[in-house]
């Protein structure tokens, strides 16, 4: 009955590679976000999406590629790995505009 | 634009200390605060919010106050427990920005016995 999931929880690949992380929430909210944690622990929104429109984009390089089939899912999918790629990646949802937003338990990727 | 400032941590406390986190805020219209705790790896948690000016949020024995005229969203537990230690992050949500979170730099906090 886990609210908001995601897969995998551990993600270790080499640089120059293409992955995916998959969220799907069972809240049956009309947002979804993704954020990413740092080394530091600072949080950042990096996308966001509304009954499978994307309303934030927050100046990600253009090798994240977030991916919306319906609204219970965003997947978000990263090409060409950097080292810099390496943190926490959280996936978020909420009911709706400034309603608390329940977050998954993350994806660590670490980059060789 | 959007900012949130905690004070720096980590923060050590004995058992059945009282616990006070700092948190200012800066935005452009009128925010609804949060505070998120993330316990070791795990993901974040819904903590406790206030919507709008001197609304209180409590829960699990910690109290938040939206103070507008301080722009503050200081966080209290009156007897903090070992089981309290994790990462606080206060956090705001903007009606003008589509509901992102702008978090602090959040605070860790280790309680001893």
């Known amino acids: 009955d886990t609210a908001v999931s995601q897969t995998p929880k551990y993600l270790v690949t080499q640089m120059g590679n293409d992955k995916s992380i998959k969220c799907e929430q069972n809240l049956g909210h009309d947002t979804m976000y993704w954020y990413k944690q740092d080394s530091k622990k600072f949080l950042k929104i990096m996308f966001s999406y509304n009954n499978k429109e994307l309303i934030i984009n927050e100046t990600v390089p253009n090798r994240f590629s977030p991916k919306s089939p319906d609204k219970a899912h965003l997947n978000l999918h990263i090409n060409s790995l950097e080292l810099g790629d390496s943190a926490v990646y959280f996936c978020?949802?909420?009911?709706?505009?400034?309603?608390?937003?329940?977050f998954g338990d993350g994806t660590r990727l670490s980059i060789l | 634009g959007d900012s949130v400032t905690q004070m720096e941590g980590p923060v050590t406390l004995s058992e059945e200390a009282f616990l006070t986190i700092n948190c200012t805020y800066t935005?452009?219209?009128?925010?609804?605060l949060f505070w998120y705790v993330q316990y070791p790896g795990e993901g974040l948690q819904l903590l406790l919010k206030?919507?709008?000016?001197?609304d209180k949020g409590s829960n699990k024995g910690f109290e938040a106050t939206y103070r507008k005229e301080t722009t503050s969203f200081h966080l209290e537990k009156g007897s903090v427990q070992v089981s309290d230690s994790a990462v606080y992050f206060c956090?705001?949500?903007?009606?003008?920005?589509?509901?992102?979170?702008?978090f602090g730099t959040g605070t860790r906090l280790q309680v001893m016995l």
């Open positions: 978020a949802s909420s009911r709706a505009d400034n309603q608390p937003q329940h």
């Open positions: 935005a452009t219209g009128y925010p609804s």
């Open positions: 206030a919507t709008k000016a001197d």
């Open positions: 956090a705001l949500s903007d009606p003008g920005t589509a509901s992102k979170l702008t």
